[in-house]
C-alpha cells in the first residue's frame, strides 16, 4: 500500500517568514495529494490540493509543488503568521482518487513566532 | 449547507465495552470514510462506505465494523475495547459520484478505561 513520509516533524519561524513542509510518497500510482491543517482539539481542514497533471498550484499565501518523478511534493507558506501555528498533514490517496482511501504523513508541527 | 457532523462529541467507555459513533455526511456526499487519530498521529484510515457498502478497508481488526444507511449517514461500532482505542475519531465524506475531495467532520473523542 501507499506510505507518505512527512518533514519536518517541528518547525519553528518567525512572523513574516517563510515555511516548506515535504513529503514523499511510494505508490506512483497516486495521482491526488491534499494537505490538512489541524488545530488544536479542531478538524483536520482541507487548505489546498493538488493533482497530478499539475506541477504547481498557489492560493493566495499558500502554495504546493508536486515532482511526479521523484515522487515528492511540498507545502510553502509564505509571509507566514501567528494563526497560522499548527499541524500540518499532507496525503496522498491510492489508485488517485480524490475520495478514496487518504494515507497521511507523520504530521508537521509548525510554530510561528510573533 | 451543512457540513458533517459526528455524535457524541465526548465519550468514555470502559474495557470491553462496545461503542457506536455517528456521522452525516455533507449534503450532497455520497462517500463516508472513517479514521482513527490517536494522539500526536496522523489519522489512520479504517474504511469507507458507498452505497450502503464496505468500499475499502484499512488494517483494523473485525472488532471495527461499520454501516451506512440509505440517506448515506453512517456508523462506526468497535466492540471488545481496549485501552488502546482511545483515540479522535474522524468521519470524513465526500463524493463518487462527483469525484470531489474529502471533508472532516469535527470527531468523537473516545477514552477507554
Known amino acids: 500500500g501507499e506510505n507518505v513520509e512527512q518533514h519536518p516533524s517541528t518547525l519553528s519561524v518567525q512572523e513574516g517568514d517563510s515555511a516548506v513542509i515535504k513529503c514523499t510518497y511510494s505508490?506512483?500510482?497516486?495521482?491526488?495529494f491534499p494537505w490538512y491543517k489541524q488545530e488544536l482539539g479542531k478538524r483536520p481542514q482541507l487548505i489546498i490540493d493538488?493533482?497530478?497533471?499539475?506541477g504547481e498550484k498557489k492560493d493566495q499565501r499558500i502554495a504546493v509543488t508536486l515532482n511526479k518523478t521523484a515522487k515528492h511534493f511540498s507545502l510553502h507558506i509564505t509571509e507566514t503568521q501567528p494563526e497560522d501555528s499548527a499541524v500540518y498533514f499532507c496525503?496522498?490517496?491510492?489508485?488517485?482518487?480524490?475520495?478514496?482511501?487518504?494515507?497521511f504523513g507523520q504530521g508537521t508541527i509548525l510554530t510561528v513566532h510573533p | 449547507d451543512a457540513g458533517v457532523t459526528q455524535s457524541p462529541t465526548h465519550l468514555i467507555k470502559t474495557r470491553g465495552q462496545q461503542v457506536t459513533l455517528r456521522c452525516s455526511p455533507k449534503?450532497?456526499?455520497?462517500?463516508v470514510s472513517w479514521y482513527q487519530q490517536a494522539l500526536g498521529q496522523g489519522p489512520q484510515f479504517i474504511f469507507q462506505?458507498?452505497?450502503?457498502?464496505?468500499?475499502q478497508r484499512g488494517n483494523f481488526p473485525d472488532r471495527f465494523s461499520g454501516h451506512q444507511f440509505p440517506n448515506y449517514s453512517s456508523e462506526l461500532n468497535v466492540n471488545a475495547l481496549l485501552l488502546g482505542d482511545s483515540a479522535l475519531y474522524l468521519c470524513?465524506?465526500?463524493?463518487?459520484?462527483?469525484?470531489?475531495?474529502?471533508?472532516f467532520g469535527p470527531g468523537t473523542r473516545l477514552l477507554v478505561l
Open positions: 493538488i493533482r497530478s497533471n499539475v
Open positions: 462506505y458507498y452505497e450502503e457498502e464496505e468500499r
Open positions: 449534503s450532497g456526499h455520497d462517500t
Open positions: 496525503a496522498a490517496t491510492e489508485g488517485g482518487t480524490s475520495y478514496g482511501k487518504l494515507t
Open positions: 470524513a465524506s465526500g463524493s463518487l459520484a462527483a469525484r470531489e475531495t474529502q471533508y
Open positions: 505508490d506512483s500510482a497516486s495521482n491526488y
